[in-house]
């Protein structure tokens, strides 16, 4: 592989900047647009939830579609230490997601360069920085 000479890598990384700077824009721009499409959107739930509780139904059909209610559940623990010991004595270790916190694991073996814990993977990979002047 040639290597581009000087100016072609200053030419190189100008273009990169200009281009993140156009994709920062970007999605500056959709997440604004965006905000405000949710937003009326969110209006639009209301007001078919409120017709659905004031007329006690479920689901409605329309010319343009149709549009139901459901029950969304999300649960949470608001004290940790409770609920593994829980999740310990129920052996219910399923209300754990597979994946570790990158940063906590990254932390953990810079202070224990001696120990590696069996069947952690590794995968490192050069990537590019760019910054402006």
């Known amino acids: 592989m040639d290597t ?3 100016t072609s890598l200053n030419d190189l990384t100008a273009a990169f900047i200009t281009l993140r700077d156009e994709k920062a824009a970007a999605a ?3 997440k ?12 639009i739930k209301r007001q078919l939830l409120d017709y659905c509780d004031k007329s006690g139904v479920e689901s409605v059909r329309t010319a343009s579609g149709m549009f139901y209610r459901s029950v969304k559940t999300r649960y949470w623990a608001s004290d940790w230490a409770a609920m593994h010991e829980f999740i310990q004595q129920n052996e219910t270790f399923d209300f754990f997601e597979k994946r570790l916190a990158q940063g906590a694991v990254k932390s ?7 120990v590696f814990p069996t069947g952690l993977k590794v995968d490192n990979e050069y990537v590019v920085t760019v910054r402006g002047k």
């Not at 604004?32 to 209006?43: G, L, P, Q």
């Open 32 to 43: 604004v647009a965006d905000a405000e499409i949710v937003s009326r959107m969110d209006v």
């Open 4 to 6: 581009p000479d000087t």
């Open 28 to 30: 500056s721009a959709y």
């Open 108 to 114: 953990f073996l810079e202070e224990n360069p001696d």
